[in-house]
């Protein structure tokens, strides 16, 4: 009788680490509407187009999770199983986050340098935009608040760290992680002292990641946390 011997352990971590055309796919559709935004921003901000802006984000974050489907299944089970790591560790990140905020706002201050980029303040005033819409204001809240977040967690820290894990060092991974998540948040090169601020948070997120055993529902719990806050005390105000 034939044996079947098991996969040598190099095979598998390649097939976990491989990306399926799919997952590319849905990959550049982000990085197409990340640049098209960029470029585009001042007048993507109108009402006029804020609408289709959104419901088009909204669409390429729920065929990501379609692609992905896989790891978003792997974190929920992961959660499922130790519930308590899940909680502490995403407490302590929405705090770590907070206090970060705070110290580099500071800095900022004291440097002279806005700690508010041109992605903040069209962000801004789309929030302007949806306080007399209750439909822009509904698209606005699932596209930050629970979209974007899943959507840059998943790339950022589940495929630039995850799975980079058998290529490069996990420590390479996470740098490089983070760097390109707070160059994503750029929209031209006058406001690259924003990149510590935004590099610091994708630093945060990325160890979150880490710390808890590559459980990617704990840096989506803090990150959806936190831009949901953000939302709802930007909309509260008059």
């Known amino acids: ?46 009402e ?7 419901v088009v984000y909204v669409l390429i974050g729920v065929a990501a999770f379609w ?11 992961a959660t499922r199983i130790a519930p308590w790591r899940f909680v502490g560790w995403g407490a302590f990140g929405f705090v770590a986050a907070y206090l970060l905020g705070i110290i580099t706002t500071t800095i900022f201050i004291h440097l002279g340098v806005s700690p508010d980029g041109e992605n903040a ?5 789309l929030q302007m935009l949806a306080k007399s819409s209750a439909l822009l204001a509904s698209l606005l809240f699932v596209a930050s608040g629970i979209v974007g977040p899943v959507l840059e967690e998943v790339i950022f820290r589940e495929v630039l760290i995850g799975k980079l894990a058998h290529r490069i060092p996990s420590w390479m991974a996470l740098i490089v992680s983070s760097a390109l998540f707070g160059a994503m948040h750029l929209r031209s090169i ?5 990149l510590l601020n935004y590099g ?15 459980n990617i529902f704990v840096p989506i719990a803090v990150h959806v946390a936190w831009n949901t ?9 008059s």
């Open 1 to 46: 009788m034939e044996t079947i011997l098991p996969k040598d352990q190099s095979i598998i971590d390649s097939e976990r680490s491989a990306l399926s055309y799919t997952q590319m796919a849905a990959i550049g559709a982000f990085i197409v509407y990340v640049l098209f935004g960029h470029v585009f921003g001042d007048r993507l901000a109108r």
């Open 48 to 54: 006029s187009t804020a609408m289709t802006r959104l």
């Open 67 to 77: 692609c992905f489907r896989r790891e978003l299944v792997s974190g929920w089970r």
């Open 121 to 125: 303040q069209s962000t801004a005033q």
């Open 190 to 194: 006058a406001e690259w002292p924003l």
């Open 200 to 214: 610091l948070v994708g630093l945060l997120l990325g160890a979150l990641y880490l710390l808890s055993q590559r």
């Open 229 to 237: 806050m953000g939302f709802v005390s930007s909309m509260s105000l």
